[in-house]
């Protein structure tokens, strides 16, 4: 190793009793303005995963609701128009106000520049803005939901959302600001790769993480805005009647679906390409080998985000759209499942021969796999026009949805939380009850969306209040099933509320990992990351030959 | 290379700061996370340029709903386009063509240490804004006597062929869109010329200048589209 890479820390042994580093991000200023007003990354970053976490708890809690009213074919806890209500309320919060921004927003933030060997992302002001801005518009959302709440489902189709009773405007503008928030994120990482990679890190040695964000990020910058068009499209039909999507005025229904795809097909790469992003950090620190195929990983990224853009239209195969379009639109659905595939024989290759550590990151990452495939394979499925003419609008597509789009965002989301929560707050979780709640909301994942599989191909409706008797066996099913994730979670978030302040200080580098933010950076990190300017000759995630100053022992 | 707060490895037209810190006047606030002042210029102009294809997105969505409706009624809509006020349709081009010279001048002259034509041109741009948005005013104002208004409000009864009050709905959703970021741009000049008066920029550290100048080019580069879809085919 040559001499021009600064010190690397100690890597961390097993049975120390370490203490925490005296000066970290974290303790660096107490006020209340200190974190309000910070412009250190990994401050915001904190700041989102506070948000975050509670649109998640809100969302999750509506989606019980869902559950729990389902129980039963008929009424069970809530009248028809709240029903409508609450999933409309957990399809807006899951997708706009927690998967959009979960993993760029939190681990994004974080890890970018520590990956990058930089001090901060290129606009750390406009870093902080992009976080306000979210808040605006979860609060936004959420006040609009108490006070009136949309009942159009989270895709707002008209002409139905310019009909109906309740109040979808407060909801839209929630969604539109926080869509500004989205693609303030999305520049500023791409500006950060583009011009704060530390001297040794060319395109080519960036940690596969960055690349899958970086492909987020372009879909954020090129996806969102024609979203924030379709919303201020909306609330001009609904304040002014314009009649642009109404067919009483010459409009055209149809355009607002193809419009409102252009995005929200991407959109789900906007969730799924962070997802992939942590995956690949995942599997190459936890089987400790270099990565099978870092540069197809890297471009496949780049593959998914551009031809993500052009499959919107397989949903609108039974929406009148001509036979040749469809069939194109399900062909270039399918060419997604091919660059999902070489990720995911790569990410399966690297394990080949690896020395795997059974962490739970690992766990989620087993979870993962499993979910992306299946949910991937029952994708290409849907794609082919003729199969989704039967399955359009069932539980069938739900249950495939919530599989490759929730499923894997979970997994990533919370192998994500396991795998750098030592490196944000310097502590290890508890292993055991790690892998005890990822086995439970695996089970409880697959628990609650089988029976939808089964019941869509049945012939189930999504979004319907009542079904007859015969589905109810299922829905009793997949409820418990929710309830199993339900319980999953609660243990997640007991233990890690525990960890924050009781856990096993982690020392710099618990997992012996090789990716560059574990190298050169204390745990939790100073303020300002590094100690001087870090170069990196070696490149990321290389197991080859040891890190230098690191202590060699079974990890 | 820890900066030293008055010390400066690239000079002393180059001042460390904080990130978003300003410099005493004409000299380069050198944000200390970007490596070099070289790189923060650049990463400066490319967020800007990614953001004006965000912007460009944001007018993509119009221009697709223009090109969607004017496939269904053709004939309404040329019709319609000659209802317009080709006159002052064109006037305004001009107007704003003016002020995008004026402002890419106006940087020329900051470039070149000379702030007092710089702010002449500045201003000559603001001003050409409030002629193309006096302009306007007056183009809105016929069609509200008119009635040639979009949806339930269209009353105008010179044409009656189906998708009329499409055409105006894409024109007042259009026109007023851009409308809005000229006076966002507006604003964004207006703070560029405040800050030219008062001596904050010169051939060392121009880049709001210049960001301010890209951000005009756009809102002139939209009308540049809007004007032959809406007046002319
Ligand atoms: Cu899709």
């Known amino acids: ?555 | 290379m820890q900066p030293d707060a008055n010390a400066s490895p690239f000079g002393p037209n180059y001042v460390p700061v904080a990130p978003g810190g300003r410099a005493p006047g004409g000299k380069y606030p050198w944000a200390t996370h970007f490596g070099t002042p070289n790189v923060q210029t650049y990463a400066a102009r490319f967020g800007m340029w990614l953001f004006l294809s965000t912007e460009v997105l944001l007018f993509a969505g119009l221009f697709v709903s223009y090109a969607v409706y004017r496939y269904l009624y053709p004939q309404t809509f040329a019709l319609c386009s000659r209802h317009l006020d080709l006159s002052l349709g064109t006037i305004n081009t001009l107007v704003l063509i003016t002020s995008s010279l004026t402002v890419a001048l106006a940087i020329h002259f900051v470039r070149t240490g000379k702030n007092g034509m710089a702010t002449g041109m500045l201003i000559v741009t603001l001003l050409c804004a409030c002629a193309f948005l006096v302009i306007k005013y007056f183009e809105y104002h016929h069609k509200f006597e008119q009635g040639t208004l979009p949806g339930r409000f269209y009353t105008y009864s010179g044409i009656q062929t189906e998708g009329a009050p499409m055409f105006f709905a894409l024109y007042f959703l259009t026109t007023g869109l851009h409308a809005l970021h000229v006076v966002v741009g507006m604003s964004v000049l207006t703070w560029v010329t405040y800050h030219v008066v008062k001596g904050r920029f010169s051939p060392v550290y121009y880049t709001p200048v210049e960001l301010g100048g890209l951000y005009w080019h756009l809102v002139d580069l939209v009308w540049i589209f809007l004007y032959p879809l809406l007046y002319l085919i």
């Open chain 1, 1 to 555: 190793m040559s001499s021009a890479t600064v010190e690397a820390l100690p890597a961390h042994q097993p049975g120390n009793t370490e203490e925490m580093p005296a000066e970290h991000y974290l303790n660096d200023g107490k006020t209340v303005f200190s974190w309000l007003g910070t412009l250190d990354h990994k401050r915001i970053a904190i700041l989102y995963m506070v948000v975050v976490l509670l649109m998640f708890l809100v969302g999750g809690t509506f989606a019980l609701l869902v559950r729990l009213e389902l129980l039963t074919p008929g009424p069970t806890i809530m009248d028809a128009l709240t029903y409508n209500r609450m999933f409309t309320l957990h399809g807006v919060i899951m997708v706009f106000f927690f998967m959009i921004p979960a993993i760029p927003g939190i681990f994004g933030n974080f890890m970018l520049p520590l990956m990058l060997g930089a001090k901060d992302v290129a606009f750390p002001r406009l870093n902080l803005m992009s976080w306000y801005l979210y808040v605006l518009g979860a609060g936004l959302g959420i006040w609009g939901m108490i006070n009136g709440g949309a009942d159009t489902g989270w895709t707002f189709y008209t002409p139905y959302s310019s009909m109906t009773p309740t109040q979808i405007l407060p909801v839209l503008m929630g969604a539109f600001v926080a869509g500004f928030s989205s693609i303030l994120t999305g520049l500023n990482f791409i500006v950060t790769v583009h011009t704060m990679r530390a001297p040794g890190i060319t395109w080519m040695k960036m940690p596969l993480f960055v690349w899958s964000i970086y492909a987020t990020a372009v879909i954020q910058i090129l996806g969102t805005p024609v979203i924030g068009l379709v919303m201020l499209l909306l609330t001009v039909e609904q304040v002014f009647g314009f009649g642009i999507f109404d067919p009483a005025r010459g409009g055209d229904p149809v355009l607002y679906q193809h419009l409102f795809w252009f995005y929200s097909h991407p959109a789900v790469y906007i969730m799924v390409l962070p997802a992939m992003a942590v995956m690949s950090e995942v599997v190459s620190t936890m089987s400790r080998k270099n990565p099978y195929g870092y540069k197809m990983i890297a471009w496949s990224s780049l593959g998914i985000a551009l031809v993500g853009f052009l499959a919107w239209g397989h949903h609108l195969f039974v929406s009148g759209q001509s036979t040749f379009d469809a069939g194109a639109f399900g062909v270039i659905s399918m060419m997604v499942g091919v660059f999902t595939a070489i990720k995911v024989f790569n990410w399966t290759a690297t394990l080949y021969k690896g020395s795997v550590t059974f962490t739970t990151p690992f766990a989620y990452f087993c979870g993962f796999l499993y979910f992306i495939v299946f949910g991937g394979m029952t994708g290409i499925a849907v794609a082919s026009v003729s199969l989704d003419v039967h399955w359009h609008d069932t539980y069938f597509v739900v249950a495939h949805f919530h599989f490759i789009m929730v499923g894997a965002t979970i997994m990533a989301f919370l192998a994500a939380l396991h795998y750098w929560f030592p490196k944000m707050f310097g502590r290890m979780y508890p292993e055991g009850w790690g892998l005890v709640s990822a086995v439970l909301i695996i089970i409880g994942f697959n628990a609650t969306f089988i029976p939808q599989f089964l019941l869509g191909n049945m012939g189930m409706p999504r979004r319907y209040y009542q079904y007859p008797e015969q589905f109810q066996a299922l829905n009793v099913a997949s409820t418990a099933g929710a309830s199993l994730l339900a319980m999953g979670f609660l243990i997640i978030a007991i233990y890690l509320a525990i960890s924050l302040k009781y856990g096993k200080v982690a020392g710099p580098n618990p997992w012996g990992s090789h990716g560059y933010e574990w190298l050169h950076t204390q745990s939790p990190p100073i303020t300002h990351n590094f100690h001087g300017q870090p170069v990196y000759p070696q490149a990321p995630h290389d197991y080859t030959g040891p890190v230098e100053g690191e202590v060699t022992h079974a990890a």
